[in-house]
């Protein structure tokens, strides 16, 4: 099992760095794709921060349980969405 993991996880790396090197090909391209991807992350935030200024939750989630579940990932952790 032990192996079988190790092998996973070597093969799961190489190919990060096969990706990592294609994409660096068109570096002008790869620095557009990662600004463009930054711009609409920052600018969900202000959505939602200007949203959450004006009413201080939605559904019954604070500002605190919506960037907890989209930005960390714990969507199992907040609570259930209450219309």
């Known amino acids: 099992m032990r ?6 996880l070597r093969l799961y790396f190489r190919l ?7 994409e660096m ?6 620095l557009a794709e990662l600004i463009g991807n ?3 992350t920052t600018l969900d935030f202000v959505a939602l921060v200007i949203l959450l200024n004006r009413f201080q939750a939605i559904g019954g989630w604070t500002i605190e349980e919506i960037v907890r579940g989209i930005y ?3 969507l199992l952790e907040t609570p259930p969405l209450t219309l």
């Open 3 to 8: 192996m079988a993991l190790g092998h996973t």
């Open 16 to 22: 990060i760095g096969a990706q990592l090197r294609s």
């Open 25 to 30: 090909q068109y570096r002008a391209s790869f």
């Open 38 to 40: 930054f711009a609409v």
């Open 72 to 74: 960390e990932g714990n």
